[in-house]
């Protein structure tokens, strides 16, 4: 079964401090991943997905991130944290064993602060 | 577009009524899925449709909640009757048959059971 895990609840992180947000996955087959954020209230937004081609995929509002299928990771990443960038954000990975392909399965969230 | 909508954005009801939320998913969008959100479950798929047709309802919780799309540009979630353990966030998102995977989340209503 397909399945995401985003490893720490909470990363704290200083502003103009890059920041790393992770990510691991298990797929049977090739993966389809995906980064989204929830900002206070609001529902989630779609940063950024690796469906193939180049490890490095980079996003919306600076962000990035990196494919690694040795390491089944695709952690996200910003050079330089911005406090605006506090936030929940969710890694998710397409179920590509279903009989049909638009179900996403999403990981638990990692709250992201970002101190001044 | 005015992305996808819907409505109420909170509702606060007595336990054992009948609670209806809507939503609208953008234009041209194939897909349409119901989420539910909690501090201690996550974030939890519900049932998902496909051209209107429900495809995935494994994540409904029990038979107290009920879901339809009776066209492309209207689906509503229905709780009858509602338990104060209903108390959530439920998002509808919509996605493209193209590029199926990326998901367009509305802004969520908030339910609160009482």
């Known amino acids: 079964a397909q399945s995401v895990a985003q490893p720490e609840d909470q990363v704290n992180v200083a502003e103009g401090n890059p920041l790393t947000v992770k990510c691991t996955y298990s797929?049977?087959?090739?993966?389809?991943l995906f980064w989204y954020v929830q900002y206070p209230n609001r529902g989630l937004q779609f940063l950024l997905k690796?469906?193939?081609?180049?490890?490095l995929v980079k996003g919306s509002y600076g962000f990035e991130a990196e494919f690694n299928k040795s390491q089944t990771s695709f952690h996200l990443k910003k050079p330089s944290a911005l406090v605006s960038d506090s936030a929940l954000y969710f890694c998710?990975?397409?179920?590509?064993?279903?009989?049909?392909?638009?179900?996403?399965?999403f990981g638990q969230g990692t709250t992201l602060q970002v101190k001044p | 577009d005015a992305g996808v909508i819907q409505s109420p954005r909170h509702e606060v009801t007595e336990m054992g009524q009948e609670v209806t939320l809507r939503c609208k998913p953008i234009s041209g969008h194939d897909y349409l899925f119901w989420y539910r959100q909690t501090m201690m479950r996550g974030l939890e798929l519900l049932i998902y449709?496909?051209?209107?047709?429900?495809?995935?309802d494994s994540g409904m919780p029990e038979d107290r909640f009920s879901a339809k799309m009776p066209n492309a540009s209207f689906s509503t979630l229905k709780i009858q009757p509602s338990e104060p353990r209903d108390s959530a966030v439920y998002f509808c998102a919509s996605s493209p048959m193209r590029g199926a995977d990326t998901q367009y989340f509305g802004p969520g209503t908030r339910l609160t059971v009482l």
């Open positions: 449709f496909n051209n209107n047709v429900p495809i995935d």
């Open positions: 998710a990975v397409r179920d590509i064993g279903s009989s049909n392909t638009g179900k996403l399965i």
């Open positions: 797929v049977s087959g090739n993966p389809y």
């Open positions: 690796y469906i193939t081609g180049d490890n």
